[in-house]
T-cell receptor, first 111, second 113 residues
């Protein structure tokens, strides 16, 4: 998807374990976002970044942390995975609000 | 397929007919609106956008209408095709939200032959 890659695409993990999802971009865009998608809720913002080492919380940030040490990489960490964090996670990049590009998603299952 | 689906409103349209997908937003300060299309197993893809200083904008086979008075947005798809079958999301933002978009819950469009 236009210079944005998410890894892994699928993951099954056990409750209580830490999990890290990676978003990599080749577009040199300033903004990067992590959303989760669940039935009945659409896409909800977890965290976003507006530059290297500059991040902020979204509406559903509890239980998640992020890091951005390089322009191209934005990592989402579930500190101790719970079943409620089973979801599809999407990363998005933009240079402005007019140019969101989404990755293909990561399907995470917490058992 | 994606985890989104079981709780989505669904619009069924016959191939060749026009489709109208509606969306309500709540933020009176929103001044930018986008429609996205999401096919099964993929991320959302941009369709069309509109700024609050406009009421209507047309693209290829798609038109977005904005009614700021009632905070309502609609997406019209002309001559709907089987490839239009997907989930459609509206999103909005205001200038004070650091480029963050707020997404609606989505509508599933099913095109019947």
């Amino acid at each position: 998807d236009a210079g944005i890659t998410q890894s892994p695409r699928h993951k099954v993990t056990e409750t209580g374990t830490p999990v890290t999802l990676r978003c990599h971009q080749t577009e040199n865009h300033r903004y990067m976002y992590w959303y989760r998608q669940d039935p009945g809720h659409g896409l909800r913002l977890i965290h976003y970044s507006y530059g290297v080492k500059d991040t902020d919380k979204g509406e559903v940030s509890d239980g998640y942390s992020v890091s951005r040490s390089k322009t191209e990489d934005f990592l989402l960490t579930l500190e101790s995975a719970t079943s409620s964090q089973t979801s599809v996670y999407f990363c998005a990049i933009s240079e402005s609000r007019e140019g969101y590009t989404f990755g293909s998603g990561t399907r995470l299952t917490v058992v | 397929g994606e985890s989104v689906g079981l709780h989505l409103p669904t619009l069924s349209v016959q191939e060749g007919d026009n489709s109208i997908i509606n969306c309500a937003y709540s933020n009176s300060a929103s001044d930018y609106f986008i429609w996205y299309k999401q096919e099964s197993g993929k991320g959302p893809q941009f369709i069309i956008d509109i700024r609050s200083n406009m009421d209507k904008r047309q693209g290829q086979r798609v038109t977005v209408l904005l009614n700021k008075t009632v905070k309502h947005l609609s997406l019209q798809i002309a001559a709907t095709q089987p490839g239009d079958s997907a989930v459609y999301f509206c999103a909005d933002s205001d200038t004070g939200t650091a480029s963050k978009l707020t997404f609606g819950t989505g509508t599933r469009l099913q095109v019947t032959l």
